[in-house]
């Protein structure tokens, strides 16, 4: 069973950068037939797409976030990464990695994130 | 950037109401919409993709219809475990996949 888990600091100060990891367990990230996402939710908000990598590196990014973002893949290690720079508190927010082939499935459990000094 | 409105934003039912939640996108996506349950402090799980195809382990209960800008979820029968927030999501567009502001379906 495919199974994907958040992990990374939970309070980020601001100008500072977001680091997360998502480590997927239960099938390779080499597979050719998906991407790997990342969405994010402020407390009491909706969903927010950031971002998604295919397992060759090729990625799609926010065009609202795309100045401040890195999205990057590790096959040896299963595992692909968000990087999200000069973080103010409107970044504050659970940030879940997913699975996508037009649609997102599965998810992690997320991961809240603080922005705070 | 393809908006995606939700309504009603939450809505009132008793167990056993039929329940239909709406999203329209700003403009055509075909069938390329998505349905996703989430229960406070978990994430989002998928009910429904390609607008009507059930997602495996998915109850039956819940049916989606729809094709070009408007979209419908419907739950036939509302049972307690079904109180959640549904959120709709459009994957026509691949550059930029967004997102409707969600529907809180909460015990009358």
């Known amino acids: 069973q495919l199974q994907l888990q958040e992990s990374g600091p939970g309070l980020v100060r601001p100008s500072e950068t977001l680091s997360l990891t998502c480590t997927v367990s239960g099938d390779s990230i080499n597979s050719s037939s998906y991407y790997w996402a990342w969405t994010r939710q402020p407390p009491g908000k909706g969903l927010e797409w950031i971002g998604s990598i295919y397992y060759s590196g090729g990625t799609y990014y926010s065009p609202s976030l795309k100045s401040r973002i890195s999205i990057s893949v590790d096959t040896s290690k299963n595992q692909f990464s968000l990087k999200l720079a000069s973080v103010t508190a409107a970044d504050t927010a659970v940030y879940y990695c997913?699975?996508?082939?037009?649609?997102?499935?599965?998810w992690g459990q997320g991961t809240l994130v603080t922005v705070s000094s | 950037d393809i908006q995606m409105t939700q309504s009603p934003s939450s809505l009132s039912a008793s167990v056993g109401d039929r329940v239909t939640i709406s999203c329209r996108a700003s403009?055509?996506?075909?069938?390329?919409l998505n349905w996703y349950q989430q229960k406070p402090g978990k994430a989002p799980k998928l009910l429904i993709y390609?607008?009507?195809s059930l997602q495996k382990g998915a109850p039956s209960r819940f049916s989606g219809s729809g094709s070009g800008t408007d979209f419908t979820l419907t739950i036939s029968s509302l049972q307690p475990e079904d109180f959640a927030t549904y959120f709709c999501q459009q994957s026509y567009s691949t550059l930029l996949l967004t997102f409707g502001g969600g529907t809180k379906v909460e015990i009358k």
């Open positions: 997913a699975r996508y082939s037009n649609r997102f499935d599965p």
């Open positions: 390609l607008a009507s």
């Open positions: 403009q055509s996506i075909s069938r390329y």
